[in-house]
């Protein structure tokens, strides 16, 4: 993780080097201090700024490398350093979930944006606890009345089968989600 | 293995790999392609769906519903709703076989088609996720035909290279053959040259070849010229280049007694008066220059008359032996008349006399002699420029007109009034090599076997001689399957123009191909030097099918027949007339030594003919040669003189 972290410069080394006091901190604990502990260390290290302001793009999705080395980040690239450290934490892959949910900003009737969430699940049918950049604190699901889910999905069941897929592989780059996987992987999560 | 069909199997082995790689190649990665398309299709169908179930707020029949719809209207092998537990909620599994791709090809080139895998849940509600697979079936049809058509493209770019590897092929087989042909015929004795092929490497060999048959030539030429030089030495009047006495008796002798010499001849004999008076008045340069000129004037009788020859006996003395009966006054008288003009001009007491007799097949030598010199002495006992004519000849030739002597040959043959007389010739140890055997026919039913002397002649003008040589041929092999001798017959030169002559023997000998073996053919020198290139087609002809093949009667020629070396010939015999007498003349001996050794630098057996003495045998085993024949060896008691 630190190797690769050199290419994305001096910030990314040490938001890498940083993470990984976390990490080895997590190690033992149970999952709910896990999830305070990543969400805070993201959502205290990373300040939000849109993708056009930080990758001169509509939208890039970037690997939590990438973005510890800008130091600056949007919802999507929150949850994905947040479902990956978990991951690399022991957090099962099963019980995360990333989820596009319609925001209303500022109470009922308020300003609504598309926005994307990480949900944890204790249990399959539990209801989820909502990690998110626009409210620091985790809730449980029913005290974000502000959110709307509209689809979820994470990283489980897609190398099924596919024994050990590379970087390369061609289809790892077809779509963002897969592409932030794939760099991830290398990344060391 | 021949290098072609090696070349050939090479090619072959590279096509079909290359033809298997080729397609192994195209199916591998339309695999993949398939295989990738396959896993992309299920994984957006799968998030597809999963969008779908989502919307269904969680009621389990709309989400089986949707899915079931799914499944029923698109190409799935499986549909699968996974609980949030884990537990299979729903599934729908159909099973197709490919409708084409046949089975083998299935089990070789397994498509999976990985699963797409997609959450689903409702509102914050992690209902399970959907796992979709797709039908492989039809990836596996289209890929049977993208390696059928793959296999027929590469079939046909095949079947191109082939034509284009065949002309490649050809181009360097017919230089190859050629070489081939060449170091085959080097082998038989034929020592030929041939055009430098294209081929790099078979130039080098063919150049090769060809350089080693040129050193071989200059060898030969050089070897020739020396026998040739010892010929002259042995053979000739320094002053005329005309034959010597000693060379001249014997070929007068060896015409006289060859089995196929002339039935009737003529024999001059022509004298120069007071040649010592007239050397001294004339001085020695004008007597020489008359001798020459005496010499040429008989030189234009020989170039007309095919087989005559000329000798100068001694320093007064020529003779002119003729090989037709019944012209000999005649010529003798037309010579002297030329002379009687021609002589003046050196000195008025210059003058000639002549005498002319008839000559008959099997005379004695000395008889003949004595009857020309009686003839010369009476007419030098007339005035100068007299012939005197002895008539000794007697009427033997069959009457009756051309046509009687043609019905004669032929009913002999077709009677099969024919026999093979047999001489033997030996080698150095005393064993048989072969029968010499001449053919004689009983020209009238009854009467006495006959010579080739007496009906060749007949058989020549009635062109029947391609029937005797062919009649004496089977004779040959007949005899030779009866005892297994070895026995050898002679071709006539006059047979050789025919053109099917050759392959009707071939076809013979290809009958009886154990015999064949055991035969030697023949063909006398004069043949081979006026039609060398018949001689050496039938010579590649005959000795395939087993037979040696020769020159008879030859030596004088030799050493001026320059492609001896082509012919490819097995032996050389020697004639009698160079043969006879060896043991009494070193010259000749020299001559015939010379002779043997050029002929064995070309593998050639040496057999002397007409060897008529114990002391001619010696000196000719001295020589080298090979064998002998000749009166000597069929009866070497009775031909032996007596000491």
New interface residues.
Partial sequence: MLRASQVHGPAAVSGARALQAVLAGLVGQDESYKLTAINQFFNRRIVFAPDQEVWGQADYWASPLEMLGKGRGDCEDYVIGKYFSLLASGVPVTSLRLVYVRATIGGPGGEVLAHMVLAYYASPGAEPLILDNLIGEIRPASRRPDLDPAFSFNGDGLWQGVGAQSVGDPVARLSRWREVLAKARAEGF | MSLIRQIWLLLLGTLLLALFAGVTIVVSSARDTLQ?QL??KN?DNA?AL??VL?QQKGQREMMELAAAAQFDTGFYRSIRFI????KPMFQREATVRPQDAPTWFVALTPI?S??G???V?D????L??I?VVSQSAFAHDELWHGALRAAEALGVVGVIAGLLAFLGVERIRRPLDHTVEQAASLQRGEYMTVAEPNVLELRRLTRAMNSMVERLRVVFEGQAAQVESLRRQASCDALTGLSNRGHFMAQLGAALNREDGHAAGGLILLRVHELAEVNRTLGREATDRMIRSIAQTLQVYIERAKGAFIGRLNGADFALALPQGGVAAETAKAIVELLRVALPAFGARVSVSAGAVETRHGQELAGAMTAVDFALAKAEGDEPFTVVSASTTDEGLVGGGEQGWREQVRAALNARRVRLATFPVVNAAGALLHLECPLRMQLAAGGPFENAARWLPLAQRSKLTCDVDERALILALDDIARDGQPRGINISPASLLDSSFAARLRTILSESPRSARHLWIEVDEIAAVEHFDIVRELARQLRPAGARFGLEHAGERLGRLERLFEAGLDYVKIDASVAHGVALDPQRAAFMKGLATMLHSLSLEVIAEGVSDAEDARTLWACGVDGITGPWVQAPESATPAS
């Fill in positions: 990738t896993q992309l994984s998030t999963a969008q989502t609980g949030a537990d884990g999976e990985v699963p895998v997609a959450q849940s509102g914050w509600r992690a399970g996720s796992e």
